[in-house]
């Protein structure tokens, strides 16, 4: 059946004598059968209206029309009365919220429903749903069990998905990725699927060069520091940082910005094995630099460590790296909210706008360098766990900064605590939130004033 939406507003005026004056508050939808054509009477009351309210109040509409079966909608957005940005974020929630994981399962919902709306606003559904795809193609990532995703299958995966774009895709194995990417190769060899390292590049103009450094732990046992406690099903999402990186070179080249992005990716299982990497081990990078293996679980600022070295190698000016780092940051700031540290300045205010415009919330963290200390090692230049259990997710930043030259421009972000959703409603399904993608497509467009 085709349903009509209709936008109620602040005065209430038009309001059937069916409605009453709650149904026009925001987010409010109230499906009425007039001679069996149905409207979806949507409430837009509000002083302020936030981008996530709106990309929300998309994915709802949608789940509602799904509800009562109706395969479209027309939408009369000039009755929206809402700016071209608010628009573009109502398509992106409503292609967001059709988001589905069901590859494994027999009966899944059928969410296909059709819009209908004036043609003049197809530039804004493209813009939707293209930052719509991006970051379905990280929660997909995400979401795939371990055994699937593999470190071999992933780099098939991403040479498959950049086939025929402007995207090259470089993989490393064998002795090439054990001389390049030391670490990542120690912290794979427990593992039965060898670790690979995957490098993206996107040339495509832009002022500077911007490497992006995403942590792959394809699945996290904690390796001989085996992790306890039941919630380790979730170790399969420890490549979320990853994931955050390929969705968004893959909505960089979708939207042709003009940039210059290099990624790389340490793609590896950490698993206990005859072969696995012990506490004790001392790892050598390809600086000289030592490290010393105190925990086999803290495995990702180690392979973040070969990523951050190569991106300085190749000369990027900016260099971000992401990672489902500590359970740390999710102690400091809850589930909500992303940690994010610089080697320069970077305001609060900052922080809330790439926030506001991503939908992907990051709060500043502090690099604290008395606490680089905690990192002694008595046989290494540093260890890789701090010995204080205070203030882990500084610490291991603090770890990442060692292998940071002052002259690059360094953002490190911590996204332990929100590579699932808060809260599964809105546009959140259960399984991945796809976290981080839209956060450093903003970035990156912060980085080079688009
Ligand atoms: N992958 C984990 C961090 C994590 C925790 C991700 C919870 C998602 C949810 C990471 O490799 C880890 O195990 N970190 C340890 C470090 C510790 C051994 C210093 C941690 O945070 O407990
Ligand atoms: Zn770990
Ligand atoms: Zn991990």
């Known amino acids: 059946m085709q349903a009509k939406i209709h936008f109620?507003?602040?005065?209430g005026k038009e309001l059937p004598s069916s409605l009453k004056k709650q149904h026009i508050d925001f987010g409010k939808i109230t499906i009425r059968y007039y001679q069996e054509s149905p409207i979806l009477f949507v409430g837009l009351a509000t002083?302020?209206?936030?981008?996530?309210?709106?990309?929300?109040?998309?994915?709802?509409?949608r789940r509602a029309a799904v509800k009562?079966?109706?395969?479209?909608?027309?939408?009369?957005?000039?009755?929206?009365q809402a700016s071209d940005e608010e628009i573009g974020a109502f398509f992106e929630g409503w292609y967001l919220a059709g988001y589905q994981f069901n590859k494994y399962k027999k009966n899944s919902t059928n969410m296909k429903v059709e819009l209908n709306y004036h043609p003049d606003y197809q530039p804004l559904d493209q813009l939707g749903k293209t930052v719509a795809e991006a970051v379905a193609t990280a929660r997909d990532l995400c979401n795939e069990p371990a055994r699937v995703l593999t470190p071999s299958h992933y780099a098939d995966r991403l040479v498959q998905m950049f086939r025929a774009t402007k995207v090259e895709v470089k993989i490393f194995s064998g002795e090439e990725l054990q001389k390049h990417f030391p670490a990542t190769n120690r912290v794979g060899e427990g593992s039965a699927h060898s670790p690979r390292v995957a490098i993206l590049t996107l040339a495509n103009g832009g002022s500077q060069s911007i490497g992006l450094v995403g942590k792959g732990v394809t699945f996290d046992t904690g390796g001989i520091s085996l992790k306890t406690g039941s919630d380790i099903v979730d170790m399969k999402m420890?490549?979320?940082?990853?994931?955050?990186?390929?969705?968004?070179?893959?909505?960089?080249?979708?939207?042709?910005?003009?940039?210059?992005?290099?990624?790389?990716?340490?793609l590896t299982e950490n698993i206990p094995g005859s072969r696995a990497y012990l506490p004790s081990d001392v790892i050598v990078y390809k600086d000289g630099t030592t490290v010393e293996v105190g925990n086999t679980d803290a495995e990702g600022r180690l392979i973040l460590a070969d990523g951050l070295l190569y991106a300085q190698s190749i000369g990027a000016d900016v260099i971000i790296d992401i990672a489902t780092l500590t359970g740390s940051i999710g102690n400091a700031l809850g589930l909500k909210v992303a940690g994010?540290?610089?080697?320069?300045s970077l305001s609060?205010?900052?922080?809330?706008?790439?926030?506001?415009?991503?939908?992907?919330?990051?709060?500043?963290?502090?690099?604290?360098?008395d606490y680089a200390s905690l990192l002694a090692s008595p046989t290494a230049d540093l260890k890789n766990v701090g010995k204080s259990p205070y203030g882990g997710a500084v610490i291991a930043a603090e770890f990442l900064k060692h292998f940071i030259s002052p002259k690059h421009k360094w953002y490190h972000i911590d996204m332990a605590n929100t590579v699932?959703?808060?809260?599964?409603?809105?546009?959140?399904?259960?399984?991945?939130?796809g976290f981080g993608v839209r956060l450093l497509a903003e970035l990156i467009k912060q980085e080079e004033g688009i």
């Open 348 to 369: 609060i205010e900052t922080c809330q706008e790439i926030s506001r415009k991503s939908g992907d919330s990051i709060w500043p963290m502090p690099l604290v360098d």
């Open 68 to 80: 009562e079966g109706f395969i479209g909608l027309d939408l009369p957005l000039d009755q929206f």
């Open 420 to 433: 699932t959703p808060f809260e599964e409603n809105g546009y959140y399904s259960k399984g991945a939130a």
């Open 47 to 61: 002083e302020k209206r936030e981008l996530e309210a709106v990309k929300h109040l998309a994915a709802n509409i």
């Open 238 to 266: 420890d490549m979320g940082g990853s994931a955050a990186v390929v969705g968004a070179v893959k909505l960089a080249a979708d939207l042709d910005l003009p940039v210059n992005v290099t990624a790389i990716l340490p």
């Open 340 to 344: 994010i540290f610089c080697n320069q």
């Open 8 to 11: 109620l507003h602040k005065d």
